[in-house]
């Protein structure tokens, strides 16, 4: 199983709902992130988390809180967004966390098509 | 800091023409290069790493040290291969992996 799965595909929400992306992956990897992909633009590393601690933060705006219950999951709240932050969030996740090592080939999911409204 | 640079936007071939995509890169330690592919509507997927120095769906990718490139070739085009395509750059502390601006690739029948 060399899948990413997240949930859901799409989520269309308001400027003042509260609302999660979820992401799981069950191939052992100790290193999860959150990317977000605009329209004809490359993935933006939003987070990374090592061994269930947030270990990169990309000055990401406080309206969206990651939290990794544990090695297998991965969330994305979302709270008060603004129409700019409609995007495609991509999860990934990969078996090594340091540098220079063979583990560092990051898998993705599909993504959760986000559209604030 | 790290940065990855595609120079093209586009490139359009005819199918079983030579393609190469372009891809440089400026770091400061030992890099781990990657290409990704991602064909429409579907996942970012890992197309080649130069680590594995392997060829995938017939392409091919050089890691050359002294001209900070790894450029991405495949000899003979397939209308398969029209999608977008990422050179990526890891090996930073954390694992943070940094996209170029991708190239569109569109083979013509």
């Known amino acids: 199983d060399t899948e990413v799965t997240q949930t859901p595909k799409h989520l269309v929400m308001g400027m003042t709902n509260k609302k999660s992306l979820k992401c799981e992956q069950h191939m052992g990897h100790r290193a999860m992130y959150w990317y977000k992909q605009k329209a004809k633009k490359p993935p933006e590393l939003m987070f990374v988390?090592?061994?269930?601690?947030?270990?990169i933060n990309e000055s990401v705006p406080s309206r969206f809180s990651p939290e990794c219950p544990n090695s297998s999951l991965l969330n994305l709240h979302l709270h008060a967004l603004q129409p700019e932050d409609s995007a495609l969030y991509l999860c990934?996740?990969?078996?090594?966390?340091?540098?220079?090592?063979?583990?560092?080939?990051?898998?993705f999911g599909e993504g959760s098509w986000l559209t604030v409204v | 800091a790290q940065r990855v640079t595609q120079p093209e936007k586009l490139l359009s071939v005819f199918k079983g023409a030579p393609v190469e995509l372009k891809c440089n890169y400026s770091?400061?330690?030992?890099?781990?290069l990657f290409w990704y592919v991602q064909y429409s509507r579907q996942r970012l997927q890992l197309l080649l790493r130069?680590?594995s120095r392997e060829s995938i769906k017939g392409f091919t990718a050089d890691l050359n040290k002294g001209e900070t490139s790894f450029h991405l070739k495949k000899p003979f085009a397939q209308e398969e291969d029209s999608a977008m395509y990422y050179c990526?750059?890891?090996?930073?502390?954390?694992?943070?992996?940094?996209f170029g601006g991708g190239t569109r690739v569109l083979v013509k029948p």
């Open positions: 130069h680590i």
């Open positions: 990934a996740s990969s078996r090594g966390t340091g540098e220079g090592t063979s583990g560092n080939t990051i898998y």
């Open positions: 988390y090592s061994y269930e601690k947030l270990s």
């Open positions: 770091y400061s330690g030992s890099p781990e």
């Open positions: 990526a750059l890891g090996g930073a502390a954390g694992n943070k992996l940094t």
